[in-house]
């Protein structure tokens, strides 16, 4: 499949240096501050570039499950990532048709960017435990290094375990980020009872969840 337009920020244009892109793979439904603590810690600690929001179209592994729909997910990333400078959300997974397989976004950004241009997914710890059961993993090993954000005292010996045992040469670095103690399925019990998201998410996130009554919000109700 090609995508004929493509959201993507400009990178690679001096052939004499080398770029890191980041892709924050997530579902983010919604985002909160634990995902943009994470990037944020990604784009410091890797010397990143840029890091790209990327709600996931159709998760590979929630088919069947209720989630908010793609435009709403990419609404509340475009909001909650447009104050930083080095944060860009894409509209590039969402609009894909189909089930949104990370290995093909990751062929599809390798064809995109020149050379120069090395990526690194970064996702939930969880996610990256379960890898070896993606769509084709042995090419997403290829294509980019992996970035586990991870909460503090997570134990990582299934993950690494997984990866060691899959004979495929992956390359991981974890990251432990104290924010991510928020999650989006609190984000959800909370909005569900009626309760603040205050300091949770961005306050154009709750606006906007609010105003279209995601997750059983009630219009109105946020401005507590
Ligand atoms: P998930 O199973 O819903 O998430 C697992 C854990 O990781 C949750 O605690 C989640 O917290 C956290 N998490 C998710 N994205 C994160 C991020 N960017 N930064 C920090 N923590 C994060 O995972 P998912 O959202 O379905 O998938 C994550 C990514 O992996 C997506 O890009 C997805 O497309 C990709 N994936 C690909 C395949 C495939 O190609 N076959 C299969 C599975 C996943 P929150 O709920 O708070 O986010």
Do not use: C
Not at 7 to 20: A, E, K, N
Not at 149 to 178: C, M, Q, W
Request: no cysteine.
């Amino acid at each position: 499949m090609e995508q004929e337009r493509f959201d993507l920020p400009q990178l690679g244009q001096d052939s004499s240096r080398t770029y890191r892109l980041g892709i924050m793979g997530g579902t983010f439904d919604p985002i909160h501050n634990g995902h943009l603590v994470a990037a944020e810690q990604a784009y410091d600690d890797l010397n990143l570039d840029l890091v790209v929001f990327m709600p996931a179209g159709s998760p590979a592994f929630k088919q069947g499950k209720k989630i908010a729909s793609g435009e709403d997910r990419y609404a509340m990333t475009l909001l909650a990532t447009s104050d930083n400078p080095h944060f860009v959300a894409s509209r590039f997974e969402v609009d894909r048709p189909g089930i949104t397989y990370t290995s093909e976004t990751l062929r599809l950004l390798k064809e995109h960017y020149p050379q120069n241009v090395e990526l690194y997914f970064i996702t939930g710890a969880d996610a990256i435990a379960d890898i070896v059961r993606w769509n084709n993993s042995a090419s997403i090993a290829k294509n980019a290094t992996l970035v586990g954000a991870t909460r503090p005292g997570y134990n990582l010996d299934k993950a690494a375990g997984a990866i060691d045992s899959s004979g495929i040469d992956f390359h991981v670095i974890y990251l432990e980020v104290p924010a991510l103690a928020i999650s989006s399925s609190y984000l959800r019990e909370r909005v569900a009872k009626g309760q603040s998201l205050r300091y949770l998410t961005p306050d154009s996130v709750t606006g906007y969840l609010h105003k279209h009554q995601l997750y059983g919000a009630k219009a109105g109700k946020y401005a507590r």
